[in-house]
């Protein structure tokens, strides 16, 4: 199956600090990649769709200045959590699907602890 | 506003039980729904994909199936094995392929040997 990878896996920072999330599909090309958030013994929650070349579409109560998503080329989504406080810390997980396919593929996560 | 509701919460078994994981949704317009699996602290394993035109999938000792215009989807697995202890999400396509993904809370399966 398709490939998808995170880096970091794991990230600490301080509270005020930004923290950049790279998710890249390894072997084929995305048109679109889908960021989420999931806090403990909770469900994933979709914080915003990217689309390769345009603006992301968030969600609603997904603060855009927050959370700022690049998705420059085909096989890279970045998430940039900008000033984080200890409330953003959390585990992220992007996926994506091979274009035109219904089956997403996701990566390992990158898990956020701010201090 | 579409929901996914997985039931049991959590479910311990003793090795060799056959279990059932229960999940619905609301609007039983999707696409598609898929089984996950994930460990602790780590990503999620796709499992099954159901298309809305299917009923069920199966693979190894796993079977997924889906009754679209009632909103279910059951995921059957025989045999349990320790090594099956994870959550199994299941989560449904919103409208079209390609599109994200709306997730129950999970199911958090306990197996003992």
């Known amino acids: 199956g398709a490939v998808v990878s995170q880096h970091p896996s794991r990230v600490i920072c301080k509270s005020g600090t930004s923290v950049k999330i790279e998710c890249r599909s390894l072997?084929?090309?995305?048109?679109?990649m889908f960021w989420y958030r999931q806090f403990p013994k909770k469900s994933l929650m979709l914080m915003a769709t990217s689309n390769e070349g345009s603006k992301a579409t968030y969600e609603q109560g997904v603060e855009k200045d927050k959370f700022l998503i690049n998705h420059a080329s085909l096989t890279l989504s970045t998430l940039t959590v900008t000033s984080a406080h200890p409330e953003d810390s959390s585990f992220y997980i992007c996926?994506?699907?091979?274009?035109?396919?219904?089956?997403?593929?996701f990566g390992p996560g990158t898990r956020l602890t701010v201090l | 506003k579409q929901e996914v509701t997985q039931i049991p919460a959590a479910l311990s078994v003793p090795e060799g039980e056959n279990l059932v994981l229960n999940c619905s949704f609301t609007?039983?317009?999707?696409?598609?729904l898929q089984w996950f699996r994930q460990d602790p602290g780590k990503g999620l394993t796709s499992l099954l994909l159901?298309?809305?035109?299917?009923r069920e999938q199966t693979s190894g000792r796993l079977n997924a199936s889906l009754d679209k215009s009632s909103g279910r989807s059951t995921l059957y697995i025989a045999a349990s094995q320790p090594g099956d202890s994870a959550t199994y999400l299941c989560?449904?396509?919103?409208?079209?392929?390609?599109?994200?993904?709306?997730f129950g809370k999970g199911t958090t399966l306990s197996v003992s040997s």
């Open positions: 996926s994506a699907a091979l274009p035109g396919g219904n089956e997403q593929f």
């Open positions: 072997d084929f090309q995305a048109t679109t």
């Open positions: 609007d039983s317009a999707i696409y598609n």
């Open positions: 159901i298309q809305s035109s299917q």
């Open positions: 989560a449904v396509n919103r409208v079209q392929a390609g599109t994200a993904l709306i």
